[in-house]
């Protein structure tokens, strides 16, 4: 039977705001998901994260859980405004907030689970939105960023050895400042690309940092996760077999290329023209490289036609129906999910062959459709989920035992029902269910499937 390799890291992942909530306690101070949340009709149910999953206060039965489906691996992220409240470099730090994700990572380790990491998984402080325009400042927020990378570095590098800088910037800058339906809600057609650009410096500057003054003692390593839906032509035609190309590079190439190879990619180049901002010939020389792994986001397969009227994904229309009516999988709870493995395996191979880099898969997941409104042994009992979890690991067994690409870890998303942004509670990609009234935590079927899965797909 095919294998993955002994030091094959799997588990869960997690973002702060989606499940931390105690959002005005511990010395945090807010975050522009905070403003963001309160806006009227932003958030589909009115919702929020000040309580999300309460793992602030619950943090050690989470770890138990993670302990208890067998776990190698959790991936969490950091609450800037937790560690430095107004979130700038001359701002007061939060001993509290340290001591948190200390504690934490602490118990983590003592249940023989690895922490992996991320900085940045949205939240920024509030305080620097006000103070500069937060992402849309190059010279500040840089300075801020890696300002506040360093305290991480300072005060968890000891027990931290697996660090993701930023996670998912295609969602920060184009849901966030061109579509205006994330936080902070800007509409523009030339602030998402200064915010990927400055996100970009801000990863690169951190990664130096870390190479230069902690790797050789702290003995970890550090990249970017990306987001990507394999790309599949609508048909054989081949102005969409070039409109498939095109939706890579308005997803991913936009970021991977030049972080992995020093540009940004002809087709962006020639849509968005002057308002791509240029890297500077010492600015580049920080971000070609800068990241030691190629850390992936993936949810799902899209049929891709050319034409739209989207900027986001290069005016393209992408889709789940095939020519011939069908659908590319069992489809879930909104358009990310919908079961497509064979995707899964061709994107993996398309990643090892363009970047050569290790992989970590760090989430993957899908929400049944209207668990929200099943009874608990319903929700529970999650066959979609299922479906799509071994269709997944099935698909990545391939690309590791045959063709040779190094995927080195993968993380579900997400170990709990949590607070999904601009879907507030109502869709649930947790392996664990979450009684939003008691916070009581029910695993559901699926979470003993995956547990068993790798425990019998890893080399003992
Ligand atoms: C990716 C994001 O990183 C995560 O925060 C989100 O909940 C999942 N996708 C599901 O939409």
Redesign the pocket.
Known sequence: MARFPQDFAWGFAT?SY?IEGSAFEGGRGPSIWDTFCKLPGKIRDGSNGDVATDSYRFWKVDVALLKSYNVKAYRFSISWSRLIPLGGRDDPVNPEGIAFYRTLAEELLRNGITPYVTLY??DLPQGLHDRYGGWLNKVEIVKDYVNYAKLCFDSFGDLVKNWITH??PW?ISCLGYQKGVFAPGHKSDTEPWIVAHNLILAHAHAVKLYREEYKSIQGGHIGITL?CHWQIPYDDSPENIEAAKKGIDFKLGRFADPIYKGYYPERVKQIIGDRLPVFTEEELTVVKGSSDFFGL?T?TSQLVKEGGTDETNGYITVGHTRPDGTQLGTVGA?N?CVVNPPGFRSLLNYLWKTYEKLIYVT?N?F?VKDEHQMSLPEALHDKDRLEYFEGYANAMLGPVSEDGVPVKGYFG??LLD?F??TDGYE?R?GVTYVDHATQKRYPKEFARFLSKWFTEHIEP
Do not use: L, M
């Open positions: 973002a989606q998984h949205w996670n998912e969602v987001d986001n949810y909104k990310i989430e997941g929400a998303w997400s949590n999904e942004w869709t990609f």
